[in-house]
């Protein structure tokens, strides 16, 4: 079994910071891309940023030059360090992992439970 589980959602101020945590653990090989998407209500689950297992990262363009994603392998964590928050930032945030659970198996996506994120103005 592989779990992935969320945490550091909240309720902020606009201008302010949170962070992010996703830690991936169970029946794990290894962990390709990582990355973190986000549901506001009545809109469709979107990528807010990922990073590959190379340090590649990739970020929508709502959020370049506010948010940064990072990943600790030897923890299978990826984080997300969010400033400057917006009221639009408010959302479900979710976690994604892509996780190969043995040498050269397939690779599944798992994702988390989400953690809310309420940005006031």
């Known amino acids: 079994q592989v779990q992935v589980v969320e945490s550091g959602g909240g309720l902020v101020q606009a201008g302010g910071s949170l962070r992010l945590s996703c830690t991936a653990s169970?029946?794990?090989?290894?962990?390709?891309?990582m990355g973190w998407y986000r549901q506001a209500p009545g809109n469709q689950r979107e990528l807010v940023a990922q990073?590959?297992?190379?340090?590649?990262?990739n970020y929508a363009d709502s959020v370049k030059g506010r948010f940064t994603i990072s990943r600790d392998n030897a923890k299978n964590t990826v984080y997300l360090q969010m400033n400057s928050l917006k009221p639009e930032d408010t959302a479900d945030y979710y976690c994604?992992?892509?996780?190969?659970?043995?040498?050269?198996?397939?690779?599944?996506?798992?994702w988390g439970q989400g953690t809310q994120v309420t940005v006031s103005s």
């Open positions: 994604n992992a892509n996780i190969r659970k043995r040498l050269g198996g397939p690779s599944y996506s798992y």
């Open positions: 990073i590959t297992s190379g340090d590649s990262t």
């Open positions: 169970g029946n794990i090989f290894s962990i390709n891309a």
